[in-house]
């Protein structure tokens, strides 16, 4: 466990001024940069798919981390942290269950079920966590360049006859699905006739 500790430890930044933080900051903007170009030139269409490989190598470095974070725990027989204890808990062991294997363990040893649940869950997680940031290096390296074109707003007369028009279309197709909560088309034309008539006064 001190081994893995270390790692964790080393790994560590240590910030005392906002001069610090920034440069750190910008470090860690550009480490991001460098593996979403790397995804791209691996795998270009990643934002949409990737193959079962992909995914795989990357679940895999995913863990090397997590495991690094979180050294494993020696359990007794009873499933207490004990450090005499004979089941050494790492993320590998808890993963290495097929899903019909760890289901059995939930009737054979619910306490050790407990363990190894906490265990994935909160890799799984991680995982997701991961891959969302990977994913937004990626969209964000992608857009690198392009602009964005501004889409002129509405004026108040279109935007008005606009959601007019689909309230209109909406209380319809409302009515037609038998919505007893939408008004009848006469009540809504009168309700929108009223509305103009006070903008206009």
């Not at 193959?51 to 027989?77: C, F, M, N």
């Not at 499933?79 to 004979?86: E, F, I, Q, Y």
């Amino acid at each position: 466990m001190s081994k893995a500790k270390s790692v964790v430890e080393s790994a560590e930044i240590v910030i005392n001024t906002f001069k610090d933080a920034g440069y750190q900051s910008a470090l860690s903007g550009e480490r991001m940069t460098n593996v979403a170009s790397f995804v791209i030139r691996k795998c270009p269409d990643f934002l949409n798919s990737y193959s079962d490989e992909v995914g795989a190598e990357l679940k895999s470095g995913w863990a090397l981390r997590w495991q690094e974070l979180h050294p494993a725990v020696t359990y007794s027989d009873e499933w207490v942290p004990n450090d005499k204890g004979m089941h050494n808990v790492s993320l590998a062991f808890c993963l290495s269950y097929s899903q019909q294997a760890f289901g059995q363990i939930k009737t054979d040893n619910p306490v050790k079920h407990g363990v190894i649940k906490g265990i994935r869950d909160d890799f799984s997680k991680y995982v997701s966590n991961r891959l969302s940031d990977l994913k937004r290096a990626v969209r964000k390296e992608l857009n690198k360049g392009v602009t964005v074109q501004r889409v002129q707003a509405k004026v108040w007369t279109d935007y008005q006859t606009d959601t007019f028009d689909a309230m209109k279309a909406r209380c319809k197709t409302a009515l037609a699905r038998n919505d007893a909560t939408a008004p009848t088309e006469v009540k809504l034309r009168m309700a929108i006739e009223a509305f103009k008539s006070a903008l206009s006064k």
